[in-house]
């Protein structure tokens, strides 16, 4: 056997054999003969051991360390040592990749008898004796390149585990760096609490929530001292000894933060200003201690600004901050050491508001309030229609003061309604002095929502004796969209009764162009900033032209608001707006002016020259 072997494999026979195999492939696969069998080209420099015995083999095998086998061909009779199945057994247990070859002449095992002991069947081969020269060089070729294939694709399999492995770590480094930089950026360096940002962040939290809370300012007095005398490795030393004292005396679950310099803020669950004020009693207490440092005896101390949100009530988180620095400097003007609590009186914008609120309320009674209304002209040929009443008061303390500012005010205290009511009593009024036009008249939120809006409308217009048809009552979108159930509703109740309906300052809310198809409406007010930004932005441009087909498409007329140029007046009359108004056509004017144009029907505008006009125009929207 060995012998034949010898015969087969050695490198006279391979070439001549090879040679043979070589002329064969050629005329089967071509010329070139890129896709022949491997045997002829690539044939192997065979490295062959010879083994008389099953255990020899087995010897060999577990002798080759690096060197390993690729093929054993193994005879199934070996007498008198031990048979084929149970050498390959053996051979299979130490060595799982090896291609093992049975060479048998009887059929003393079946196949896959042997396959169950030296298996995976797909390294298992049998070879019938007797066997051609062909047989055997095509085998142990193919089986050699197999192997190799094998290794190589083994070797590149552990590569790249080895590769997912070094990425799950650099993964994990990318986490753990990435927690490490989501701290770092919400805490502070010196004293590892959280930072601004992160106190910020909560603090917009509860402000959203339905608890009460406690917002304090806490304030080192005499740091800066502390600091110049003996310097800042000192003062570093107590801001973290002073932290670790609040983070220690602060209520429990407080959210202790430095929120920049010697300042730390503390939020805090309060049931009452009292509890609040007590809890910050003792944390100024504990922070009014002697301190050795650096082998210097430190007095330290601290004042708190403390401002009490009670739960339910609606306040932004700069206000907060705000009012709490009020309060603060307050406690630091007081004499320091000590704890003050936020009251409205240390808020100049609060002083504001309450003078206001005060002079509004008597702005009535002593005739303060004037109405001016502003001509809204029909797109063609400049006509007016309509004037929209605009209030103005000219209050004794602070001379003519915006409708910007006191509406808000008195609609926040309530104030509005007999404002309001003056103003449709006054705005109705005039109206009975113009030919044919209608009144606009603007409603704040709160008059709109106001229980039986309808009945005290109608019932004001029926006294005053005008028709329905000649108010149009102008509200935004924040009126109707808090509720738009109930919104649609008494819109459409108005809309019934013969009232106009003006969506005003559209496009600056939040309605969606789809949602405004519900509400009964007559017309749409394109916001002055669009109007205002058409020559130059090409985004209001276009807002500009969407609102005016959307209007056209559910028609309604669109007035354009605070149009100032004469580019403007072509630009909104080539898009199709059908009504203008603003300081190019007329500014506000008062009663007897408005009779006066009311009755020409025309407002003396400056004379509009085209050509240039139409140039801007193309230029908008090109
Ligand atoms: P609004 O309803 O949008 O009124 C238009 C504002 O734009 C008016 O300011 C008007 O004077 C101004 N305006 C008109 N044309 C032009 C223009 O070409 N250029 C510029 N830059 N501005 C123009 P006003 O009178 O100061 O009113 C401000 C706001 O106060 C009004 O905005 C309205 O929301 C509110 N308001 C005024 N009167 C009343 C009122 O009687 N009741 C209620 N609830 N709100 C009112
Ligand atoms: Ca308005
Ligand atoms: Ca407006």
């Keep these: 056997m060995h012998a034949s072997?010898?015969?087969c494999l050695a490198p006279s026979v391979l070439s001549n054999s090879g040679k043979a195999l070589n002329v064969m492939a050629r005329e089967l696969f071509g010329q070139d003969g890129t896709a022949a069998p491997a045997t002829a080209d690539e044939r192997f420099d065979f490295d062959i051991t010879y083994a008389s015995q099953g255990l020899e083999a087995i010897e060999?095998?577990?002798?080759?360390?690096?060197?390993?086998?690729?093929?054993?061909f193994i005879d199934v009779r070996m007498p008198p040592g031990i048979d084929g199945r149970e050498t390959a057994?053996?051979?299979r247990a130490l060595d799982p990749e090896i291609n093992i070859v049975i060479v048998t002449g009887f059929s003393d095992f079946s196949p896959l008898e042997i396959a169950r002991v030296a298996?995976?069947?797909?390294?298992?081969?049998?070879?019938?004796?007797?066997?051609?020269?062909?047989?055997?060089?095509?085998?142990?070729?193919?089986?050699?390149?197999r192997w190799q294939a094998d290794r190589a694709l083994a070797a590149t399999r552990a590569a790249l585990a080895a590769k997912i492995e070094e990425l799950e770590e650099q993964k994990l480094e990318l986490a753990m760096n990435e927690s490490k930089a989501v701290h770092i950026a919400n805490h502070d360096l010196l004293t590892d609490a959280p930072n601004r940002l992160a106190f910020l962040r909560s603090l917009a939290g509860l402000v959203r929530?339905?608890?009460?809370?406690?917002?304090?300012?806490?304030?080192?007095?005499?740091?800066?001292?502390?600091?110049?005398?003996?310097?800042?490795?000192?003062?570093?030393?107590?801001?973290?000894?002073?932290?670790?004292?609040?983070?220690?005396?602060?209520?429990?679950?407080?959210?202790?933060?430095?929120?920049?310099?010697?300042?730390?803020?503390?939020?805090?669950?309060?049931?009452?200003?009292?509890?609040?004020?007590?809890?910050?009693?003792?944390?100024?207490q504990a922070c009014s201690t002697n301190?050795?440092?650096?082998?210097?005896?430190?007095?330290?101390?601290?004042?708190?600004?403390?401002?009490?949100?009670?739960?339910?009530?609606?306040?932004?988180?700069?206000?907060?901050?705000?009012?709490?620095?009020?309060?603060?400097?307050?406690?630091?003007?007081?004499?320091?050491?000590?704890?003050?609590l936020f009251d409205e009186s240390m808020d100049e914008s609060i002083r504001f508001r309450r003078r206001i609120e005060g002079g509004l309320a008597n702005a009535i009674a002593n005739d303060?309030?004037?109405?001016?209304?502003?001509?809204?002209?029909?797109?063609?040929?400049?006509?007016?229609?309509?004037?929209?009443?605009?209030?103005?008061?000219?209050?004794?303390?602070?001379?003519?003061?915006?409708?910007?500012?006191?509406?808000?005010?008195?609609?926040?205290?309530?104030?509005?309604?007999?404002?309001?009511?003056?103003?449709?009593?006054?705005?109705?009024?005039?109206?009975?002095?113009?030919?044919?036009?209608?009144?606009?008249?603007?409603?704040?939120?709160r008059q709109f929502r106001r229980q039986n809006f309808v009945a005290h409308v109608v019932e004001r217009v029926q006294r005053a004796g005008v028709s329905p048809t000649r108010l149009q009552i102008e509200i935004t979108e924040t009126a109707i969209f808090d509720d738009a159930e109930r919104a649609a509703e008494t819109l459409y109740r108005l809309r019934q009764m013969g009232f106009r309906i003006a969506l005003d300052d559209f496009g600056t809310g939040y309605s969606s162009l789809y949602n405004i198809r519900k509400f009964a409406l007559d017309c749409l007010k394109i916001d002055k900033s669009f109007i205002d930004g058409m020559g130059r932005e090409r985004e209001s441009a276009a807002i500009v032209q969407s609102i005016i087909h959307l209007g056209r498409a559910l028609g309604l007329e669109v007035v354009a608001e605070g149009v100032e140029t004469p580019a403007q007046v072509q630009a909104l009359r080539i898009a199709g707006c059908s009504h203008l108004q603003g300081y190019?056509?007329?500014?506000?004017?008062?009663?007897?002016?408005?009779?006066?144009?009311?009755r020409q029907r025309h407002v003396v505008a400056k004379p509009v020259s085209m050509p240039m006009q139409i140039e801007v125009a193309t230029g908008t929207f090109a």
Aim: proline share 5%; hydrophobic share 45%.
């Design 291 to 340: 301190f050795r440092l650096f082998g210097h005896s430190v007095q330290s101390s601290a004042s708190i600004g403390l401002v009490v949100v009670e739960g339910g009530v609606r306040i932004d988180p700069i206000d907060v901050m705000r009012r709490a620095d009020l309060a603060l400097n307050e406690a630091k003007r007081r004499g320091r050491g000590i704890v003050r």
């Design 584 to 598: 190019h056509l007329s500014r506000p004017v008062d009663a007897d002016e408005s009779v006066e144009i009311a």
């Design 119 to 145: 298996g995976p069947p797909d390294k298992i081969f049998y070879i019938a004796k007797p066997f051609e020269v062909e047989e055997i060089v095509q085998t142990a070729t193919a089986l050699c390149h």
């Design 89 to 91: 057994r053996q051979i």
């Design 60 to 72: 060999q095998v577990s002798r080759a360390g690096e060197d390993r086998f690729a093929v054993a």
């Design 368 to 445: 303060e309030l004037r109405l001016v209304y502003q001509p809204i002209v029909e797109h063609g040929d400049l006509s007016v229609v309509a004037f929209e009443a605009l209030l103005r008061w000219h209050s004794p303390e602070y001379g003519m003061i915006s409708p910007d500012i006191f509406i808000p005010i008195a609609e926040e205290s309530n104030q509005i309604h007999d404002l309001g009511d003056w103003v449709l009593d006054t705005a109705l009024a005039t109206l009975r002095r113009w030919p044919e036009q209608y009144v606009s008249v603007n409603f704040s939120p």
């Design 209 to 284: 929530g339905e608890r009460g809370f406690a917002t304090a300012l806490i304030d080192l007095d005499r740091f800066k001292l502390v600091n110049d005398t003996f310097g800042h490795v000192a003062g570093d030393q107590l801001i973290r000894m002073m932290c670790a004292l609040i983070q220690q005396h602060g209520p429990d679950n407080a959210l202790v933060a430095r929120l920049g310099g010697d300042e730390f803020g503390v939020l805090f669950a309060a049931p009452s200003e009292d509890a609040a004020l007590m809890a910050c009693e003792r944390l100024v």
């Design 5 to 7: 072997y010898r015969e």
